[in-house]
């Protein structure tokens, strides 16, 4: 009894000397031992089978990783050519954006200084003129209130017709300065004195006929210099 429950016993936890002891000890009948027998060879001919497909699976999926691990080497060269590239390309953008920044910089310094010196060429130039229009103004002379009127009344004869020099001074005497306050009235106007014969040799010939050498002679005798006689009879055309 002992030996059919040994036997039972390693037919389950160990089958090929369960079997041996089964079929030594001839405890089940030579059609169950058969029976037992083909069960487990069965067992074994489906584990086999199992066992080779699960060898032609594993060596199956283990071709890809080996190709896969053959690609690595190509992979990681491309990747680090890659990465290689990228730092190259950052780099020059870099040093490519700093010029650009240094350029721009440059840029803006020169402008804002060429800005400045033209702001404070200009601001020296307004002080220059002003200082030359005070020294100007303090050079002039301090007028009497005579003086005052005989360049306001010489200024309004001036206006009306053409003079002289002599002939102005002596119009503005007339009206009762003296030769000192005329004198100084007249050389205070800004008057071009042969203009002024040319304009009094035209008023002569609108009012009647001269020949060259009676208008030289008239605008003489209204107090022009020769030259300027000579220089408004040119101009005229006798």
Known sequence: MKSKFATIL???I??????????????FSKKARIIISSIFGLL???????????????????????VEKKKAPEQTAQEKAEAEAKAEKEAADKVQAEKEAKAKADAEAKAKAEEEAKKKAEEEAAAKAE???????????????????????AQDYIDMTAFSRKG???????????????????????????EQA???GKDYLDMTSFSRSGLIEQLEFDGFTPQQATYAVNKIGL
Not at 14 to 27: A, D, I, S, T, Y
Not at 44 to 49: P, V
Not at 169 to 179: P, R, T
């Open 44 to 66: 074994i001919l489906i584990n086999m089978a199992t066992g080779n497909d699960d060898k032609a699976s594993t060596e199956a999926s283990s071709k890809p990783a080996q």
């Open 10 to 12: 390693f037919l389950i």
């Open 131 to 153: 200082e030359e229009a005070a020294a100007a103004e303090a050079a002039k002379p301090q007028l009497t209130l005579a003086q005052e009127n005989a360049i306001s009344k």
């Open 198 to 200: 040319f304009n009094k």
């Open 168 to 194: 102005l001074i002596e119009q503005v005497e007339f009206d009762g300065f003296s030769n000192a306050d005329a004198t100084f009235a007249v050389d205070q106007l800004t008057v071009d004195w042969n």
């Open 14 to 27: 160990f089958f090929p000397v369960g079997l041996f002891l089964m079929w030594k000890n001839r405890h």
